[in-house]
Structures are given as structure tokens and as C-alpha cells.
T-cell receptor, first 116, second 114 residues
Framework: DQQVKQNSPSLSVQEGRISILNCDYT??????FLWYKKYPAEGPTFLIS?????DKNEDGRFTVFLNKSAKHLSLHIVPSQPGDSAVYFC???????????????FGQGTILTVHP | NAGVTQTPKFQVLKTGQSMTLQCAQD?????MYWYRQDPGMGLRLIYY???????DKGEVPNGYNVSRLNKREFSLRLESAAPSQTSVYFC?????????????FGSGTRLTVV
């Protein structure tokens, strides 16, 4: 049972345009959401996160939106750059700081390609 | 540089062989994790250790064992490797319960079982 789903295996955008990566979840207990970026032959690196008490969080070119009623989050990258080409994973945590021990459940990943 | 170090980076095993993947972190994190990454499956949790002295099963623990040797080190052992264990393995660490600060991942071990 995939509790975190990224239904688009890949996304291709032109440099300078917006990239929108989507993620859906099913577990109502999830209260913290994160995005990770992964380059080939490297480990994933933390990109941006959002708590369930918020609906938007920005960090430079990256913005994450959370729609709790739809159990949906998205990552917007504006403007997209060729260096953004990577695999993006969304992840979710239930009860961060509590008995979950910080366990993260990851989606399948979306390969983003930004063309010059 | 501070971070998570995994060894080896690559390994080829024959079916039935055993091996141990090593992981060490120097950030004084309490929690450590082992994930495997497979195409179309994302990252799946194998085992985790919330703090030194404790370990627990994740989503896909069958065929694996772990040891939290001390606060820094968390090893993953394959007792009898199978082709289904061909994967990329990532170790990660974080502050206890503080998933909101994100994990720090190692660079991975690419394991092939033939």
C-alpha cells in the first residue's frame, strides 16, 4: 500500500519556465512533508519542508503548497534551471517529535529534466 | 566534511553470500536509518534505530539484520544474499523525532546479487 504517491515518473520543462511536481498521500496521520532532490550516484539531499499547520512555504525559487483536504502537495520551481535536473522525492512523517522516531515515507520519485 | 559515510560504494555478490554494509555519521544524531531504492518504488525503509541501543523493523526488513554498534555506527547485514536484494542502499541519520529537520543521507551502496 503506497501511502505517498508521485504519479508522474518524469517531467520535462524549458529553462526559465515553472516546474510543478505533484505528490498525493493517503495517511491522515501525516503532519510533516518534505521534498528531497537526488542527483545520480549521490544520496538525496533535503530541499524544503512544510508543516500541516501551513499551506505554503517558500525558499528562494522553491515553493511547496499543501492542500490537506485533498491530501495533496506540490513543489513549484520558478524559474527552472538546467542544474535543477534531478530526481525529486516527496516524503511524509507522522507525529514528528513523537513516537514516530522521525520515520519518513517516500514517494516513488519524479525525474525532472530542464532543457536549456 | 561532516556527514554520513557508507562503505563500500559498490559490491557484487553471488547468491547465498553474506556481507555487511557499514554506515557512520559524525553529526551526533540519535536516529539512523537504512533505506533501499528500487526503480518505480522510491525509497523504502528497511530498519531504523531511534537511538543508541534500539533497532526496529521498517517496511521491508526480510532478509536483513542490523546492528547499532554505537551512536555513530549503524550496519546492515545480508546473511544470505538473493537477487531480489539487488538495489541501491542508503543510510541516513537525523535528530531523534525531528524528521522536520530532514535526514542526512550517505552517498549509497550499489549492490548487485548474481
Amino acid at each position: 500500500d503506497q501511502q505517498v504517491k508521485q504519479n508522474s515518473p518524469s517531467l520535462s520543462v524549458q529553462e526559465g519556465r515553472i516546474s510543478i511536481l505533484n505528490c498525493d498521500y493517503t495517511n491522515s496521520m501525516f503532519d510533516y512533508f518534505l521534498w528531497y532532490k537526488k542527483y545520480p550516484a549521490e544520496g538525496p539531499t533535503f530541499l524544503i519542508s512544510i508543516s500541516s499547520i501551513k499551506d505554503k512555504n517558500e525558499d528562494g525559487r522553491f515553493t511547496v503548497f499543501l492542500n490537506k483536504s485533498a491530501k495533496h502537495l506540490s513543489l513549484h520551481i520558478v524559474p527552472s534551471q538546467p542544474g535543477d535536473s534531478a530526481v525529486y522525492f516527496c516524503a511524509a512523517s507522522a507525529g514528528a517529535g513523537g513516537t514516530s522516531y522521525g520515520k519518513l515515507t517516500f514517494g516513488q520519485g519524479t525525474i525532472l529534466t530542464v532543457h536549456p | 566534511n561532516a556527514g554520513v559515510t557508507q562503505t563500500p560504494k559498490f559490491q557484487v555478490l553471488k547468491t547465498g553470500q553474506s556481507m555487511t554494509l557499514q554506515c557512520a555519521q559524525d553529526m551526533n544524531h540519535n536516529s539512523m536509518y537504512w533505506y533501499r531504492q528500487d526503480p518505480g518504488m522510491g525509497l523504502r525503509l528497511i530498519y531504523y534505530s531511534a537511538s543508541e541501543g534500539t533497532t526496529d523493523k521498517g517496511e521491508v526488513p526480510n532478509g536483513y539484520n542490523v546492528s547499532r554498534l554505537n551512536k555513530r555506527e549503524f550496519s546492515l547485514r545480508l546473511e544470505s544474499a538473493a537477487p531480489s536484494q539487488t538495489s541501491v542502499y542508503f543510510c541516513a541519520s537525523s535528530e531523534w523525532g525531528e524528521a522536520n529537520y530532514g535526514y542526512t543521507f550517505g552517498s549509497g551502496t550499489r549492490l548487485t546479487v548474481v
